[in-house]
């Protein structure tokens, strides 16, 4: 048995639109998270253009600033221009002629940061720790406009008068004797063991 829809075209059609801006937005949710994590072919594929993106190629030497590493693979300047290309003619030459200025300009050709500058600090602690303390003081007043608006009064059964009768009457009925609440209790010289 088929169901049929009843009811007017422009209703229907209102749903067809309905259904298919739910699929939009779930194809857009795929596309938008899962599409970077796959291959280029499937991005043209999806787009309809050719997009290419720059692959790094893991075989290449590459350069890195690691300390552990002093001399990198590579250099950090590749693509020298004219003024570099001087500076490097001049280095093959006797380096008592470089100046401490042309001495520092062919480290930095080689190597973009120095040891003192890897081994400096950022102050990225700063904002982690601000972060914190902002949600512990969200958190708190979170905290506090519940105990003052949502939460009711203290149950009677939590007031020291309370616990003592209760902690009376297990004693009484000698509640768990052996290991438990009654076996710390001396029933002689009525006090605690």
Not at 10 to 18: L, P
Not at 158 to 172: A, F, G, I, P, Y
């Amino acid at each position: 048995m088929r169901f049929q829809h009843v009811g007017t075209s422009d209703n229907r059609e209102q749903k067809d639109a309905q259904m298919l801006t739910s699929r939009a937005l779930l194809r857009g949710f795929k596309v938008g998270f899962w599409r970077p994590l796959s291959s280029t072919s499937s991005v043209q594929a999806v787009h309809g253009k050719d997009v290419s993106a720059p692959a790094l190629d893991c075989s290449a030497l590459q350069y890195n600033n690691r300390l552990d590493t002093p001399l990198p693979d590579i250099p950090f300047v590749s693509n020298l221009n004219s003024e570099q290309k001087q500076l490097k003619e001049k280095e093959r030459g006797p380096w008592t002629k470089l100046t401490r200025a042309d001495q520092l300009a062919l480290y930095r050709l080689t190597h973009e940061l120095s040891y003192a500058e890897m081994r400096k600090g950022s102050d990225e602690w700063k904002t982690v720790v601000g972060g914190l303390f902002f949600f512990l003081g969200l958190s708190g007043l979170l905290v506090w406009w519940q105990r003052v608006y949502v939460f009711g009064d203290v149950p009677h059964t939590l007031s020291k008068e309370w616990v003592e009768k209760q902690t009376q009457r297990m004693l009484d009925m000698r509640v768990n004797p052996i290991g438990g609440f009654s076996h710390h209790w001396d029933y002689d010289k009525k006090q605690w063991k």
